[in-house]
Each structure stands twice: as C-alpha cells, then as structure tokens.
Nanobody, 119 residues
C-alpha cells in the first residue's frame, strides 16, 4: 500500500491550505484515515482522524479550524486547514489503517508534507 500526499506549502497566518492523501495498492478495505504532524525533535501527534463511517476526531488545538474528510471511492483523505496559525507549522503525515486480503490490519504512513505558516 502506498500513500501519496500533496498540498503542503507556505501560507500566511490566517490563511488556508488543503492537504490530500491518496492510497493505492492491493488491499481488502481501508478503515481509518487521518493526519498526524511532527515538529523536529518532538513526538508525532494526532491532528485528525476519520473512520470508514465518517466519524471524526480532532486534536483540541485544531478543533473548529481543520476539517478532515474522505472519498471512499478514491481512497483519498483530505485535511482542510483554515485560520492557520504559526503553531501549525509542522510536517504533516497522512496514515491509513488497511485490512489486507489476508484479513490482517496494518498501518501505513505517507511521506510527509511540510506546512509552514508565517506570522
């Protein structure tokens, strides 16, 4: 399973960015999809997750500003980031939890995309 993320970049504080992450490969089903972020020297932290049933969960720091969504047919997860703050500057990683045809559940990570918010 491969994940291809896109949409990062440089934006001014108060601006918006939209991240996308498409999964491809051979699998039975994609379960949860979501985004983590990590600053250098810090632990990776959950930003947002969306289940196959489209239930969502967000980090407190992004609630009301970020929106996670998914297109099941396209195996793609999105992160709409509005009202961006300098504190949102990080490398963002998408992830998926897949059920393979062997019925084993595995986690996969994207390559990371840099988001930089200038104040």
């Amino acid at each position: 399973v491969q994940l291809q993320a896109s949409g990062g970049g440089l934006v001014q504080a108060g601006g918006s960015l939209r991240l996308s992450c498409a999964a491809s490969g051979i699998f039975f089903r994609i379960n949860d999809m979501g985004w983590y972020r990590q600053a250098q020297g810090k632990q990776r932290e959950l930003v947002a997750v969306i289940t196959r049933g489209r239930s969502t969960n967000y980090a407190d720091s992004v609630k009301g500003r970020f929106t996670v969504s998914r297109d099941i047919a396209k195996n793609t997860v999105y992160l709409q980031m509005d009202s961006l703050k300098s504190q949102d500057t990080d490398v963002y990683y998408c992830y998926v939890n897949c059920t393979l045809w062997s019925r084993v559940d595995l986690h996969y990570w994207g390559q990371g995309t840099q988001v930089t918010v200038s104040s």
